[in-house]
């Protein structure tokens, strides 16, 4: 018993140090074809890119090259259905900057199935601002594809339209903006109701002067997927007769706190 209760108190006074455990959701890369190890400043991110310089997962020249009509990132053309405008391009260069360079994007990593990235994203919740202000901009450009992942020809080493399909404006093949953000990419991004500085959905760009509003929304997710029980697992209301914390430890995780109880009880 002693044994057992001196380790609770080291735990305790490691808790009350600092020596707090990483969420493993929070401030992470993804593992990815272009993608850091881990996020860390990068003091010389390019133009749109830049908003991410204190702490990034992307470095200085794929920045750079985020920003090229045809960059080696990905071989992705984008006009290929002629010279796309300026103001649309704009959005998918912050598209290529979130993806490569945000740690927020933690709670939608997925594993992927590809041979040049072993996770991606997957439904997040992007600000209907983002959404609808992506798709105004790029109603009249065009495009002879619905979803970008997959289906080119590449038969020349970078994207072309496929055999027999139509170069057609925005608009036509994506009538509203949840169409454009949820299908462009895969499901990538999630259409979302909510608004910029609701702390609910992931702006595509941020000024950095106020701060990265990602954080936030971040934080906000991972609370929420580690709060959904288990499938199968009755909501945790229906199960308080059954177990109780202990009560003045609320910094402890659960595992942690009653473990220190059994040994307290040994």
């Given at each position: ?117 072993r996770e ?62 949820e299908k ?83």
């Amino acid at each position: 018993m002693a044994v057992g209760l001196a380790v609770g108190l080291a735990l305790l006074v490691l808790l009350a140090d600092g020596a707090v455990v990483k969420d493993p959701l929070l401030n992470i890369c993804m593992d990815a074809k272009h993608h850091k190890s881990q996020p860390g400043p990068e003091g010389k991110l390019y133009d749109q890119c830049s908003p991410w310089k204190d702490n990034a997962c992307c470095t200085a020249n794929t920045s750079l090259e985020a920003h090229r009509d045809q960059s080696y990132l990905y071989n992705f053309n984008w006009n290929h259905c002629g010279v796309m405008p300026a103001k649309c391009k704009r959005h998918f260069i912050q598209d290529t900057c979130l993806y490569e360079c945000s740690p927020n994007l933690g709670p939608w990593i997925e594993q992927a199935d590809s041979s040049w990235r072993r996770e991606r994203i997957l439904h997040v919740p992007l600000c209907k601002e983002d959404c609808e202000g992506w798709w105004e901009d790029c109603k009249d450009a065009v495009t002879c594809k619905e979803n970008w992942h997959r289906g080119w020809n590449w038969a020349t080493g970078t994207n072309r339209c496929p055999w027999g399909s139509m170069c057609r404006p925005f608009s036509e093949v994506f009538p509203r903006p949840k169409d454009l953000c949820e299908k462009i990419w895969s499901s990538s991004f999630q259409y979302s109701p909510e608004r910029r500085g609701s702390g609910r959905c992931i702006q595509m760009w941020f000024d950095p002067a106020r701060g990265n509003p990602n954080v936030a929304v971040a934080k906000f997710h991972a609370w929420k997927k580690r709060s959904r029980p288990a499938q199968g697992e009755a909501p945790e209301r229906d199960r308080a007769g059954h177990a109780r914390p202990c009560s003045g430890l609320v910094l402890l995780p659960l595992a942690l706190c009653c473990s220190l109880r059994a040994l307290g009880a040994g």
